[in-house]
């Protein structure tokens, strides 16, 4: 079996997957290689803001970041933010998505956030998913997982409710149609 890498996809839970943690979520694919695979889900809210999160780290937010979501990335490293943009911009420590996209964990970009400076598009999530190697393969095997295109609209411009089913339409699928058995041929 060749490799093929999900990098700069997005997973898709489907709708058997009742885990407790993945249950209907849109994981943005940031790396994948033979060694597994990681990415942050983009989704699932939780209940501090933009405001709350400049502050834990003694960055003085503007009074609008009180508006600004912040997302659970995942269960790995949850007390670490992780910040989705674009575009990719120049930052300390930046994992590259694609062309438009990245993945960046330093400081630098936080400041640059709180004084409106680039990037235009973001959002900051707690955490990440990861995979050990051939894990997300068997998940995919086994169904848990649809996996499509990036789409930047997804990510960035839609509410987070809307994003399960509107990824999931990017391959002409609806959801509410699917059932929570999976079954092989």
């Known amino acids: 079996m060749t490799f093929s890498s999900l990098k700069n996809h997005l997973l898709i839970a489907m709708p058997a997957l009742h885990d407790g943690v993945f249950d209907r979520t849109v994981i943005v694919v940031c790396e994948h290689n033979a060694e597994g695979a990681m990415g942050v889900v983009i989704n699932r809210l939780v209940d501090i803001n933009m405001s ?3 502050r834990a780290v003694d960055i003085q937010p503007s009074e609008e970041m009180i508006h600004r979501p912040v997302y659970w990335g995942g269960p790995i490293q949850p007390q670490h933010g ?3 943009h674009s575009p990719r911009g120049k930052w300390l420590s930046s994992l590259e998505v ?5 993945l960046t964990s330093s400081p630098d970009i936080l400041q640059a956030i709180a004084q409106h400076e680039e990037p235009q598009r973001y959002l900051l999530a707690l955490g990440y998913a990861g995979w050990g190697a051939q894990q997300l393969e068997a998940e995919l095997q086994d169904n848990a997982w649809l996996h499509g295109p990036l789409d930047m ?3 960035f411009e839609l509410p987070a409710g809307e994003r399960w089913q509107a990824a999931a339409r990017l391959l002409g699928v609806d959801m509410r149609l699917l059932s929570g058995a999976a079954g092989h041929a």
């Open 52 to 54: 709350d999160a400049l």
């Open 82 to 84: 992780f910040i989705l």
């Open 98 to 102: 694609n062309d438009d996209l990245a």
């Open 153 to 155: 609209a997804v990510i």
